[in-house]
């Protein structure tokens, strides 16, 4: 997982309050993303950004908010977190994206972030 | 919804035997990707096949890719104990998006 961080690793939090975590790089790639890990349901994309201030949402983004104020951190932000939301959550980082058969966009993931909501 | 969607779920072979993992898709695509996870941690790129190919290679590795049938299987030949991980294909839409089937458990005993 070199060159991309997640932190926190592990946490613990109640229902109500608010969580973020951090996905940082080093790789100046322009595309972030998160996604979450459910037993059942694979790999789901909440939020992504394809560069700094710009963010798109994925299929399962209510109650989730994101910010990238520079390139090299992407935050991912549970207002409220519900018990829900209790997941492993994953950071991906592309260096290139788009379409076309010349354009490629292959992830490299952190390690992840298991969140427990009580 | 769910684009990919991986078949056996779990699979369970002997050293030295073939894993074969198959997935399909609902839409269509760029390019689809396979990927790797180990226990506790984060997923691994192993190979991508564009729409415009049918089979591509990478050692032990073979990817096929049907589009008329949206799907693609992943051959592993000579497996490993080590090869023991979960297996996910990853459908690459015309944006920037990977959306990833539930996955296959391969468990290779020694």
């Known amino acids: 997982d070199a060159g991309i961080t997640q932190s926190p690793r592990h946490k613990v939090t109640e229902t109500g309050t608010p969580v973020t975590l951090r996905c940082h790089q080093t790789e100046n790639h322009r595309y972030m993303y998160w996604y979450r890990q459910d037993p059942g349901h694979g790999l789901r994309l909440i939020h992504y950004s394809y560069g700094v201030k710009d963010t798109d949402k994925g299929e399962v983004s209510d109650g989730y908010s994101v910010s990238r104020s520079k390139t090299e951190d992407f935050l991912l932000t549970l207002e409220s977190a519900t018990s829900s939301q209790t997941s492993v959550y994953f950071c991906a980082i592309s260096a290139r994206g788009g379409a076309g058969l010349s354009g490629a966009n292959v992830l490299t993931f952190g390690a992840g972030s298991r969140l427990t909501v009580l | 919804s769910q684009q990919g969607e991986e078949d056996p779920q779990a699979l369970s072979i002997q050293e030295g035997e073939n894993a074969t993992m198959n997935c399909s898709y609902k839409t269509s695509i760029n390019n689809l990707q396979w990927y790797r996870q180990n226990s506790g941690r984060g997923l691994v790129h192993l190979i991508l096949?564009?729409?415009?190919?049918r089979e591509k290679h990478s050692g032990r590795l073979r990817v096929t890719l049907d589009t008329s049938k949206k799907s693609s299987s992943l051959l592993i030949t000579a497996s490993r104990a080590a090869d023991t991980a979960s297996y996910f294909c990853?459908?690459?839409?015309?944006?920037?998006?990977?959306?990833f089937g539930e996955g296959t458990q391969l468990t290779v005993n020694p």
């Open positions: 990853a459908s690459m839409d015309d944006g920037s998006r990977l959306t």
């Open positions: 096949i564009r729409s415009n190919e």
